[in-house]
Every structure is written in C-alpha cells, then in structure tokens.
C-alpha cells in the first residue's frame, strides 16, 4: 500500500499552471495513483479562443490521459476549472468560486509561472513574484491547508557554481522590486533590468529567485516546501517513455536538430547536462507535499530536483544519441540532414552560422521566389539563432547542486512508494532515455505517423544527394574560376590531367596485353 496515494486520496488540490507542460504530467499521476482524491481544482485562463471547458476537455481527452481514463472514469468529474488570470488583481476569481476554494483547499501546488527568458521585467515579477505573494495570502486564509508546493528552478541562483537548498537573499528585497513596477514606466524599467538582473543571464531566473524570496518571507505558519528542478525533459517511464507537448528546453533544438535546420550549436560537449525527467520531478514533487503535510517540517525545506551529482551525463553523449536516433527514425520533410557540430569559440561559431545556417537560408529563399513563393526560411532560421543565443548560457557551463534534502526523503520513503513514486534519477539510462526522447518529440509533440518512416528516409537520401551536387557543382564552378585567375591553379590543372591520361593509357595497354 501506497502511503502517498493514500495521502491524497479524499483530499482537494489546487494547482495552478495545470494547463503547462509539469502540471498536466502531475495532474494525470495524482489521478492515477490517487483516483479517490474528492476534486483537483485548476486555475485556468481562457485562451487562443478556447473556454475553460474546452481547454480541460482537450487535456482530458490527449494520450496522457488515457491510463487516467480506465482507473479514474469519473475523472471530468473530479476535475474542477476555475477562470483565473494571475497577472489580475484576486486573480480575477469570482467571489463563489474563491470562496469554495478557501473553504476546502488542502494542498496547493503552485507551478504557475512565464517560463520566457525574454520576457519584459514587468510582467516576469507579476507572475513570478506578485502571484506567488497573492497566492501564499489566499492560501493563509485557508483553515484546512496541510501544505503549500512551491515549484522554482534550480537555475534560480545560476550566477552560482555551487548551489545548497538553501534560499539566497538577491540585493533588492521583492516588496521593493513589486511596488516599484507599480509606477515605474516601462523604458525606466528596460533601462534598471540589467543592473537589477546582476549576473543573472535573463528575467526569468531573477525573477524566480525573487519569488523563492517571496515564499521565504511571507510563509508565516504555512507548511510551505520549495522544489529546484533542472532542464525538464521528457517523461522517463510514466505514463508511458518519451511524453512530451512544448518547445521549451531542449525539445525546441531536438526538434531543429531533426529538421536539418540546427547545424551547428554553441555547446561546450563535457558540460554536464542537467536534464531531469518530468516524471521525475512530479513524484518528488507528489512525495514532498505528503511529507510536508505529515511530517511538518520545522522551516520551509528546499529540494533539488537535479540529475548531475547523481547521474550526470553532458551535452556531447546527448547530442550524439539524439543524432544517431535521427539516423534509425528521421523526422518527416527534413530541410538537410541531421548533422550538429559543437563548436566552442565565436569565431567558429560565427563562420558555421553564416555557412550552416544563413547561407542555406538564403539559398532556400530565393529557390522560394523563383518559383512563384513566398521565402520564409530566413526569418526562421533568424529565431533559431536568437533562440540559440538564449539558451547558449546553460549548455556552456556547469553547476553543482547539493541533493541533501532530496535524498533525506526517499530515505523516508517506503519500498513501496519508492517504486510508485521513484524519483531516484540514478536508475535512469541516458542513452535509453534520449532515445525515447526523440521518438516521443516525434510521435506526440510533431504527431508525425511511425508509418512514414521508409518515406522520411528516402527523402534523406535525396537531401544527401542533392548535397553532393550542390558541392560539385560549387566545387567545380570555385575551380574554373581559379584556373581563369591563377597560373599556378592552371599548372596543377595540367598536372593532374596528364597524370590521369598516362595512367589510364598505363591501364588500357596493360589489359591489351592480357588479351
Ligand atoms: C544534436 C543537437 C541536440 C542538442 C540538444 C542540446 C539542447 C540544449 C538545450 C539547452 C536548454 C537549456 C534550457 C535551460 C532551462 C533552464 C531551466 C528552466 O527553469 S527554464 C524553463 C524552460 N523555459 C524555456 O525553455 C523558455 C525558452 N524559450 C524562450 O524564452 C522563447 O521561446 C525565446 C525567447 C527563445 C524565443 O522567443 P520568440 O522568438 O518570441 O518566440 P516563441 O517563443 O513564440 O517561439 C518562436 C519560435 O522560436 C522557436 N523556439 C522557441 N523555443 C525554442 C527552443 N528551445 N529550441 C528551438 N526553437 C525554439 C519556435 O519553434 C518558434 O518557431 P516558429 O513558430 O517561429 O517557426
Ligand atoms: N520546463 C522546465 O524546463 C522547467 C520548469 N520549471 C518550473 O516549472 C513550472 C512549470 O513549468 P512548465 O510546465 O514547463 O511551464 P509551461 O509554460 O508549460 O506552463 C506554465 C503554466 O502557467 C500558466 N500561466 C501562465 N501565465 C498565467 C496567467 N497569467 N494566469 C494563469 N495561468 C498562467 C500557463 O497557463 P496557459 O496554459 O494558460 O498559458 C501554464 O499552465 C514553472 O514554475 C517553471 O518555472 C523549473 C525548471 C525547469
């Protein structure tokens, strides 16, 4: 018997950012393990058109959902969508609906957040920090709350190289920062971002280290727990391998890595690349808000949700494994091959951007206008190298983070929730579970059919033929124009041509001769 399941069993949830990449992963475990929970409450937004209705509909009708289905069948039931919005003040709840919400609560687990490097200091600290503020105020006025699961990144203190599960104090206090986004003007903001963001490389992790602040600050006599994942990756194991719905991450570059589009990346192969698996982090995640409601921990406990000190793997094995799973299951309608060399310096990297990227881009473009088409490659591969110039920071570098915590509590656990809800990343195989990676980008993020397989690789052929033509043909044009230009291009010209001539002449005799 599970003690985890059976924890959450009769309890009502609230999670925000359901509708995200972790939350629907840890919404569709809770269900599952737990199909006897009284109701998970999801704040969600209308969007992109779709009513709350919609958007739960979609989430319970997907392939993550399907396990879900044959052990909780009165799961739409079981599901309660709240129209919130978290940039709103009282995130635009209704007054019934938060009143059901204060009353009955029990556990929150609060993954809500922009995710977005680039996002606009303003509304990075609205999400990350003045939601987290108002949710931790809601969740102090409810009188059956047993825990409160605060969902960081382990990234939040990048601008360290050893990382404790301890929260670091940032220089301005977040009230400080909160009030003045309050009145500031948004070129005043642009202007401070840089110095208030420090040697933080974006708004997002600042912003998170902010919120981490915020929770410290203002837990009063919550039962609050932080939880620090890394790089969240695909699923491991559970529901099934390879489960995947966004960009974010390492997906987006698997992704053009498969198109042919990424040829060349900014990676420093030996460092280790921090990728945990999103099942992974949602059994810790489950483990640590049993734990945090039974055991009441006396302060608020940080767990580092990570894979390098433990099992760590770096971007050169994975960007090898990925590549050679493209070699076995190539994605649908390639631009090139798939082929990604690491380089480590600018120079470099500026040459293959302009051979690897532009210039096919370019090429492409005017291949496009010929034939009557709009060109839209150049504008593509544009975003590719901004998007790889955003995450270069987190694949050249390395970072240690002490898993104390974390390995405290799967000591608490017992065999059985250990199994049901392992967070143990030293059993994973990471060429195992790379592969499974870019088989599940392929089948549930890009819903490519595995029946088109024969045809994706034809198609490869013929981009690899293509290619030798091109270079050919280029070789031989780059050659004729040396010859017109250069007297000594023209005398190895000659040279080789009369070593050829005798050689076969040598041939030709020599198999007369035989006869
Ligand atoms: C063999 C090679 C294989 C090697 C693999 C190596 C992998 C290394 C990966 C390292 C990842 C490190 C991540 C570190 C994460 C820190 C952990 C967290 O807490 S952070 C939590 C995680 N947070 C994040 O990961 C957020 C990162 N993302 C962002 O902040 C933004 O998307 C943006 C600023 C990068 C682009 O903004 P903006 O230009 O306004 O555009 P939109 O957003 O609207 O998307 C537009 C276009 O960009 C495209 N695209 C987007 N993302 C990626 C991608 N990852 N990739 C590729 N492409 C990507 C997308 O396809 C789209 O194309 P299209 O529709 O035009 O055709
Ligand atoms: N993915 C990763 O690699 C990592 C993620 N994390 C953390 O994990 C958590 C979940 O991340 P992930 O699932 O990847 O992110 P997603 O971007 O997939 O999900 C973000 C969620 O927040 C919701 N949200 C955003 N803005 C609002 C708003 N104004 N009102 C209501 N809801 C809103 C989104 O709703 P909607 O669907 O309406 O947009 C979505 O449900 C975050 O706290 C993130 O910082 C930590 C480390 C790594």
Sequence with gaps: ?????????????????ATGFLGKVLMEKLFRTSPDLRVIYILVRPKAGQTLQQRVFQILNSKLFEKVKEVCPNVHEKIRAISADLNQNDFAISKEDMQELLSYTNIIFHCAATVRFDDHLRHAVQLNVTATQQLLLMASQMPNLEAFIHISTAFSNCNLKHIDEVIYPCPVEPKKIIDSMEWLDDAIIDE?????????PNTYTYTKALGEMVVQQESGKLNIAIIRPSIVGATWQEPFPGWVDNINGPTGLIVAAGKGFLRSIRATPMAVADLIPADIVVNLTLAVGWYTAVHRPKSTLIYHCTSGSLNPCNWGKMGIQVLATFEKIPLERAFRRPKADFTTNNVTTQYWNAVSHRAPAIIYDFYLRLTGRKPRMTKLMNRLLRTLSMLEYFINRSWEWSTYNTEMLMSKLSPEDQRVFNFDVRQLNWLEYIENYVLGVKKYLLKEDMAGIPEAKQHLKRLRNIHYLFNTALFLIAWRLLIARSQVARNVWFFIVSFCYKFLSYFRASSTLKV
């Excluded at 401070?192 to 963001?197: E, G, N």
């Design 1 to 17: 018997m599970s003690m985890i399941a059976d924890f959450y069993g009769g309890k009502s949830i609230l999670i925000t950012g």
């Design 192 to 200: 401070i971002t840089p110095k208030l963001i420090g040697d933080r």
